[in-house]
């Protein structure tokens, strides 16, 4: 992948003016051989693979990031479905499983650690029953242990058994960790059609199409984007859609040659490279402010939805332009408490719950760091799941839900989560019960769409 002089000066520019980063590699582990009868056999092997296989993680991206000269803001690790080595085992061993996970995730330095999860979509296995008893205390005992369950896929379906248990499990979790704002929350992603190469967190896993060990990259650039769309002010639709195009053309290019210098150096294969522009707190990092420049009063006003459509489906031309590997999730995240123009819209009243799930029909995941009022009950949170899994299920695409429902706030109050994770204003809920919908259980049946062999 020859890389043109003029490429690397305008590389130079995006990372040094327009926030360019690659906003992490994530190496994929297989844990599929770490089963055994003797749980503190299993406890070790996990450990001792993990720490194995990423123990120059840290140290080679740093290296290749400086000899670079661009940032690698993260390195993570997603392990394979921890569900699928619990088997037999009791809730207090899945929990000593994920603080397994912590420790080696601190032992290597690396930020998080994914696949603390289970694939539920169309039943629930024992190791998956315990997985999910366990989550709660898991979560709320670690610190870089992410989980992530899939609930729903357009091939079998929403199983409503597990959307249920899963409006438990966020509500459990956010009471266990209300003295910090709810955050073990903000660790936990409720899927429909999960991808298994996934680089980004919390929903990373390593999928059981993939090898011993791979590594992906995740990279983004809403300022990249910002910055091109004002050089073109009075631009028609079809000449932004260009613009942004062009500028993924370029953002893929020279993430795909830093992950595979990395992965190179690791020993590893490359996997994929996932093009999503996830934004940041730093000013002009955010989507949201991609589509006020398309011609946007407010995010959440009237033409949202066309305008993140118009970006969206830009951000994925351009990346397969540029590479056969883009892969991942690729497009444009919306996580509202870590994007200032999402921040705004709310605070504006131009942004509303509503509003931000009718955006996740076009945009490449779901309702993402989304601060709720912290009474909102487990019917209500497991209705939230299965509106956002059947998005997903009957236009046969990736949707997500990462809610926190912070305990002790109310609508109009602001959370500080700190760091990337920024912060949110509290949303309401509909203050109308879905509790008969949700008691009622059994799986919403697989679509029309997922007859298509």
């Known amino acids: 992948m020859p890389i043109a002089f003029t490429e690397i000066q305008e590389t130079i520019r995006m990372v040094e003016m327009e926030h360019l980063d690659i906003r992490t590699v994530t190496m994929g582990i297989s844990l599929r051989d770490c089963a055994?009868?003797?749980?503190?056999?299993v406890?070790?092997?996990?450990?001792?693979?993990?720490?194995?296989?990423?123990?120059?993680?840290?140290?080679?991206?740093?290296?290749?990031?400086?000899?670079?000269?661009?940032?690698?803001?993260?390195?993570?690790?997603?392990?394979?479905?921890?569900?699928?080595?619990l088997g037999n085992a009791s809730k207090e061993q899945a929990i000593e499983l994920a603080e397994t996970l912590d420790k080696?995730?601190?032992?290597?330095?690396?930020?998080?650690?994914?696949?603390?999860?289970?694939?539920?979509?169309?039943?629930?296995?024992?190791?998956?029953?315990?997985?999910?008893?366990?989550?709660?205390?898991?979560?709320?005992?670690?610190?870089?242990?992410?989980?992530?369950?899939?609930?729903?896929?357009?091939?079998t379906g929403i199983n409503m058994d597990a959307v249920a248990k899963m409006g438990q499990v966020i509500h459990e979790t956010a009471t266990l960790t209300k003295d910090n704002n709810s955050i073990g929350c903000a660790k936990?992603?409720?899927?429909?059609?999960?991808?298994?190469?996934?680089?980004?967190?919390?929903?990373?896993?390593?999928?059981?199409?993939?090898?011993?060990?791979?590594?992906?990259?995740?990279?983004?650039?809403?300022?990249?984007v910002l910055h091109a769309l004002k050089r073109y002010p009075d631009a028609d639709l079809g000449e932004v859609s260009e613009v942004i195009k062009k500028t993924a053309f370029k953002i893929t290019r020279?993430?795909?040659?830093?992950?595979?210098?990395?992965?190179?150096?690791?020993?590893?294969?490359?996997?994929?490279?996932?093009l999503s522009l996830a934004p940041t707190n730093a000013l002009n990092d955010s989507v949201a402010e991609i589509l006020e420049e398309i011609g946007l009063e407010r995010v959440g006003t009237h033409g949202t939805i066309a305008a993140l459509a118009l970006m969206n489906d830009a951000v994925k031309k351009g990346g397969a332009m540029a590479s056969s590997y883009v892969g991942g999730l690729s497009g444009a995240f919306?996580?509202?408490?870590?994007?200032?123009?999402?921040?705004?819209?709310?605070?504006?009243?131009?942004?509303?719950?509503?509003?931000?799930?009718?955006?996740?029909?076009?945009?490449?995941?779901g309702l993402d760091m989304i601060a709720l009022e912290g009474k909102a009950s487990p019917e209500t949170l497991a209705a939230i799941i299965a509106d956002e899994a059947a998005i997903g299920m009957i236009n046969k695409k990736t949707t997500a839900v990462r809610v926190i429902p912070v305990i002790g706030k109310e609508e109009g109050e602001t959370v500080e989560f700190g760091g990337l994770l920024?912060?949110?204003?509290?949303?309401?809920?509909?203050?109308?019960?879905?509790?008969?919908?949700?008691?009622?259980?059994?799986?919403?049946?697989?679509?029309?769409?997922?007859l298509i062999n």
Do not use: W
Request: charged share 20%.
């Open 36 to 41: 055994d009868h003797d749980f503190e056999i």
């Open 43 to 85: 406890k070790q092997k996990v450990y001792d693979k993990i720490t194995s296989y990423a123990k120059n993680l840290q140290s080679t991206a740093n290296q290749v990031a400086k000899e670079y000269g661009v940032p690698i803001i993260n390195k993570r690790i997603a392990i394979s479905p921890a569900a699928e080595i």
């Open 104 to 155: 080696a995730a601190q032992t290597l330095g690396v930020d998080f650690i994914g696949g603390f999860s289970a694939l539920v979509h169309k039943g629930i296995s024992n190791g998956d029953q315990v997985l999910l008893d366990a989550l709660p205390e898991a979560l709320s005992n670690t610190e870089r242990v992410c989980a992530s369950i899939s609930v729903a896929t357009t091939r």
């Open 188 to 224: 936990l992603v409720v899927f429909c059609n999960p991808v298994e190469d996934n680089p980004f967190m919390a929903g990373a896993f390593h999928g059981a199409g993939e090898g011993e060990a791979v590594l992906s990259v995740g990279v983004s650039g809403p300022g990249v």
């Open 254 to 274: 020279a993430g795909e040659l830093i992950g595979r210098v990395v992965a190179d150096q690791l020993n590893v294969p490359f996997g994929i490279m996932d």
């Open 334 to 365: 919306i996580p509202v408490s870590e994007d200032n123009g999402m921040i705004r819209g709310i605070e504006d009243g131009a942004l509303s719950l509503s509003k931000l799930e009718a955006m996740t029909c076009v945009c490449s995941v």
């Open 422 to 450: 920024g912060r949110a204003p509290i949303i309401g809920v509909n203050q109308f019960a879905p509790d008969k919908f949700i008691q009622r259980g059994g799986r919403i049946p697989a679509p029309l769409q997922s």
